[in-house]
C-alpha cells in the first residue's frame, strides 16, 4: 500500500495534513475523499478500518483528510478547512472522477462540499444535512446518562488553548457527551446562526446533489434515521442501506455486514465511473 502524505497551508497559515493511500491497481478509477466524524468534536483522519480501506483502495485512491475541532474553533473554521483541503486534492485529480466519503459529522461536511463543490457522487454513513432540526438542539437522552459525570470544569480542563486537528479520543469523547448529553451542542459550534443556510442544505439543495450512497441503523440514538430518509427522499438518485440495528456507527469494528456494505460502495462508485 502507497501512502503520500502531505498538507494544506489554510489562509491563515494553519497545517492541515492529510494522506493519499494510492490505489493497488493503478491508474486509478477515481479518488475518494474521506472525512472522519466525531460530532465535529473529537475523531482522527485515519480512523478507517484496514478491512475497509482495503475494499475502497482496489481501484480508487482514498484520501484522508483532517479538520480542526470544536470547541476550540468554530462550525465555520471546520467549513473552511475541509473546502480547502478538498480544493487542493481536486486539483490533484482533474482528470478523473471525485468522491466524498464521511461518517456522522464527516458526512455532514461531505454533503456540504457536494452542494458547494463539483463533484461525482457522495458516500454518506449515517449522516445528515443540516443542523436546524430538534435532534440537535435538545438534549440527547442516551448521552444524558453518561453526560451526568462530567461537568464545565472538566470540560475547560478537556479543551485546548490552540486548535487541535488530532485528540486523544477517549478523553476528547466526553466534551462530545457533556455537549449532546446537556442539549448544549447547538450553542458549542460557535456561530451567530445555526438556521442560516450556510450550515443547512435546502430540500431544492438536496436535489442538485449527485448520487448519494446512503447507510444508516433503523435505531441510530446519535444520528436519527430521519435524517437519512429526509436526504433519501429529496436526492434524486440516492441508494439507501437500511442497517437493522440500535447503533451508531455500525461500522466501528469490521462485521460481515459492514463489510458487504462497503463492497456495495464500491458498486455504486464503479456504477458511475462506468458511465
Not at 449522516?127 to 448521552?143: H, Q
Not at 456507527?249 to 469490521?254: A, M, Q, T
Amino acid at each position: 500500500m502507497t501512502e503520500i502524505k502531505d498538507k494544506v497551508i489554510t489562509k491563515d497559515a494553519f497545517a492541515l495534513p492529510y494522506t493519499i493511500i494510492k490505489a493497488k491497481n493503478q491508474p486509478t478509477k477515481g479518488a475518494i475523499v474521506y472525512i472522519h466524524g466525531g460530532g465535529l468534536m473529537f475523531g482522527k483522519a485515519n480512523d478507517l478500518s484496514p478491512q475497509y480501506i482495503d475494499i475502497l483502495t482496489e481501484h480508487y485512491d482514498l484520501i484522508q483528510l483532517s479538520y480542526r475541532l470544536l470547541p476550540e474553533v468554530s462550525l465555520d473554521c471546520i467549513i473552511e478547512d475541509v473546502y480547502a483541503s478538498f480544493d487542493a486534492i481536486q486539483s490533484q485529480y482533474s482528470n478523473c472522477p471525485i468522491f466524498t466519503f464521511g461518517r456522522s459529522s464527516g458526512a455532514y461536511l461531505s454533503l456540504l462540499i457536494a452542494r458547494d463543490r463539483d463533484i461525482d457522487g457522495v458516500i454518506d454513513f449515517y449522516g445528515y444535512s443540516r443542523i436546524n432540526t430538534e435532534p440537535f438542539k435538545t438534549t440527547n437522552s442516551y448521552y444524558a446518562k453518561i453526560a451526568q459525570s462530567v461537568n464545565e470544569t472538566m470540560i475547560a480542563q478537556l479543551t485546548s488553548p490552540t486548535p487541535v486537528v488530532q485528540d486523544q479520543i477517549a478523553q476528547r469523547f466526553l466534551i462530545y457527551v457533556y455537549a449532546r448529553g446537556t442539549g448544549k451542542w447547538i450553542n458549542m459550534i460557535n456561530i451567530a446562526d445555526y438556521t442560516d443556510s450556510k450550515y443547512n442544505i435546502a430540500p431544492d439543495e438536496l436535489k442538485t446533489l449527485p448520487p448519494v450512497f446512503i447507510a444508516h441503523c433503523n435505531g441510530d440514538y446519535d444520528v436519527p434515521v430521519e435524517e437519512s430518509e429526509h436526504i433519501m427522499n429529496h436526492v434524486p438518485h440516492s441508494t439507501f442501506e437500511r442497517v437493522n440495528k440500535n447503533e451508531h456507527d455500525f461500522d466501528r469494528r469490521p462485521n460481515d455486514e459492514a463489510i458487504t456494505i462497503y463492497r456495495k460502495v464500491v458498486d455504486f462508485l464503479n456504477a458511475i465511473t462506468m458511465v
